[in-house]
């Protein structure tokens, strides 16, 4: 058995993609999912990964998650931190709420998944911590101020804590992707996606989760072990940073 990945948000679009993708390089994976159950039994059935359910957002369901899959397939060794929610809402409408609860998802729950595998990555002398941020991490986006800050956030703990693991042999890294043709992105209206998105992709399409999942791959690697504190920006050239 090849070293143990876990995929957070990994049963459904980019998170899919990549648990998918390391399996297919030899990874034992595990997916984790907080709400789908539908989705997750499919993603299951087909994809041959086993799936694990809790939120991210609670420190207590990660460590209790975390252990529940160290007991079944070994310590984790890579860590793909993917799983995010939006709350869109122009900042005058946007409610408390709406802020906390994709702070609390999208950038603890960064916190919360990688801080209980951290010492054992430390006393191994491995690890690979994959965050999964976004191109409104980078450039801010109208409506999207509780995204784009906690995407934001991503980069920077991702900034710092390579810092702190490079002496123990564990990378962290940031992804951030642009426009991904995943089931949330397509259901855009499609004179929407025509007038306004792609105009402002110079490649001129949507990118394909499997493009983020191969980027995941490759960070994941022995071949990746010079590379920490970095961000790969996949965007079809939107924006550049």
Known sequence: MGRVALVTGGTRGIGAAISTALKEAGYAVAANYAGNDEAAARFREEAGIPVYKWSVADYDACVDGISRVEADLGPVEILVNNAGITRDAMFH???RENWDQVISTNLSGV??????????MRERKFGRVINISSINGQKGQAGQVNYS????GDIGFTRALAQEGARAGITVNAICPGYIGTEMVRAIDEDVLKTRVLPQIPVGRLGEPEEI?????????DDAGFITGSTISANGGQYFS
């Open 93 to 95: 409408r946007m409610t």
């Open 111 to 120: 916190f919360n998944m990688t801080h209980p595998v951290w010492p054992g």
């Open 149 to 152: 800050a906690a995407k934001a």
């Open 213 to 221: 999942a191969r980027c995941a791959v490759f960070l994941a690697s």
